[in-house]
Every structure is written in C-alpha cells, then in structure tokens.
C-alpha cells in the first residue's frame, strides 16, 4: 500500500511537471528586501544590502532550476525523499543560500541558520537561512526562505513570520539530541 501511494503522488507530480514556472523578480522586490536590510542597523552599508537582495532573489530562481523544481515544495520534498530527485527539501536551499552569500565576504552582513519546530504532529521541521547585521541574531535578522514556494523567494523579519516560530539551528538541533539522549536512557532503564 506505501509504494502504491509514493506511486500515485510521483505520477501526478510527474503530470504536473510542465505546470511550473520559473519564478521571477521584479525591481520592486529586489529595492523592497534592499531597505529592509539597510534598515536592520545604521551601519549596514547599502550596496551590500542591494548585492545581498539582489542575490537573494535571483539564487533562489537559480536553485529552484538547479533542483527541477516544477511541483509544489511539499510534493517535491516527496520526490527527493523517495529518490526520484537529488535535492530541494528546505534544509538543501538554507544550506545552499547561506553558502552563496557567504561567498560574497560582507562586511556589514552575516549569514544565520534557523529551524521552525512543527507546531502540530502532521508537520516537519523547517530550516531557512537568515541575513542579519554583523554581530546580531536571527531574532534581529530577515528570513531568506527560497523553499516555501517553490523557488519564489520569501522573506520577512525573523520575528514577523506568520508562519514558522524561528529558534537558532544549533539550539534546536542541541534541544532535539537532548531529548533522543533522555529517551535512549529511559529505554535502557
């Protein structure tokens, strides 16, 4: 019955493959993410913030071409866990946008990871990469979220996103071992 439904959702992602189109960018988006960055802290410098939205936006096109992306996220996770594509679950695109704008070497800009926990059982982690000024967190930051619709980049203040609860990466993943220890040690018990 598993494979007869991985089956089913890879024909029907494969039938809705041609539906996809490549997201695009305009000027606005690009100079709307610009100021939210320069607006981060008084010593953001402006033409980082402009390379940085600039960048934002057209890796997150790029990625989702890289990933053949031409489904829904949710249906393309499916097909990456089920072999049929290598990448593009939202953990690839935080680690592949963080490393794109890492190479750019800012000096008023830094690259954060973040993890959204599942707010309910029917849910999975999220990861996202944010941008934020030099020396601050992801709660003073902007969330870089390529995945959530498929390549078209989100973004909003880290604390503003209606949709996931941001905690730092490595206090999640430290919580999560956390708990595996103490379960590991209560079944050992």
Not at 124 to 143: P, Q, W
Not at 157 to 180: G, H, I, N, Q
């Amino acid at each position: 019955m598993k494979s007869f439904l991985a089956s089913l959702i890879i024909l029907a992602a494969a039938t809705l493959a041609g539906c996809g189109t490549a997201p695009t960018a305009t000027k606005n988006d690009v100079e709307e993410l610009s100021l939210a960055l320069q607006s981060l802290d008084p010593g953001v410098d402006p033409g980082e913030a402009r390379r940085a939205a600039e960048l934002a936006y057209s890796y997150s096109a790029q990625l989702a071409k890289q990933y053949d992306v031409t489904t829904s996220p949710i249906i393309h996770n499916t097909l990456v866990n089920s072999g049929v594509k290598a990448r593009g679950v939202c953990v690839h695109y935080a680690e592949d946008m963080e490393a794109r704008l890492n190479q750019e070497n800012f000096r008023t800009l830094s690259m954060l990871r973040a993890i959204a926990e599942p707010k309910s059982d029917f849910r999975i982690d999220h990861s996202t990469a944010v941008i934020a000024a030099n020396g601050d967190g992801i709660y003073d930051g902007i969330v870089l979220d390529p995945w959530r619709y498929g390549g078209k980049l989100y973004w909003s203040a880290t604390t503003e996103d209606p949709r996931y609860d941001w905690e730092p990466r490595l206090e999640v993943l430290r919580r999560k071992y956390e708990r595996r220890m103490a379960k590991e040690g209560a079944a050992g018990s």
